[in-house]
Nanobody, 126 residues
Framework: QVQLVESGGGLVQAGGSLRLSCAAS????????MGWFRQTPGKEREFVAS??????????YYADSVKGRFTISRDNAKNTVNLQMSSLKPEDTDIYYC?????????????????WGQGTQVTVSS
């Protein structure tokens, strides 16, 4: 069982930056693919970014909507994955969720992920 706890959400003006962190339990963190998704209540959960396990090279993927503005990183010594968000836009307003360990083929499909955090709210004002 893996527990994920997100932090770092909040209110920021458009053009600003926020850094989200996700702390994971467990001794095998480096073997997990890790990801970030976001969701507006009533809508489907949307892929934001992911980073593969260290065993597979820490390959990073981004949604087109955040490419060039968001950066995902992991610190295996601290069992954390971070999402640095810059040049934020009002449309980035959402609840952001951390995810761990894929069981399916697609990193981009939320159904492929096994563990989820409770979410952290990000609000970008115009």
């Amino acid at each position: 069982q893996v527990q994920l706890v997100e932090s770092g959400g909040g209110l920021v003006q458009a053009g600003g930056s926020l850094r989200l962190s996700c702390a994971a339990s467990g001794r095998t963190f480096s073997t997990y693919n890790m990801g970030w998704f976001r969701q507006t209540p009533g809508k489907e959960r949307e892929f934001v970014a992911s980073i593969t396990s260290s065993w597979t090279g820490n390959v990073k993927y981004y949604a087109d909507s955040v490419k060039g503005r968001f950066t995902i990183s992991r610190d295996n010594a601290k069992n954390t994955v971070n999402l640095q968000m810059s040049s934020l836009k009002p449309e980035d307003t959402d609840i952001y969720y951390c995810a761990a360990e894929t069981t399916g083929d697609s990193l981009f499909n939320p159904d492929s992920w096994r563990y989820w955090g409770q979410g952290t709210q990000v609000t970008v004002s115009s």
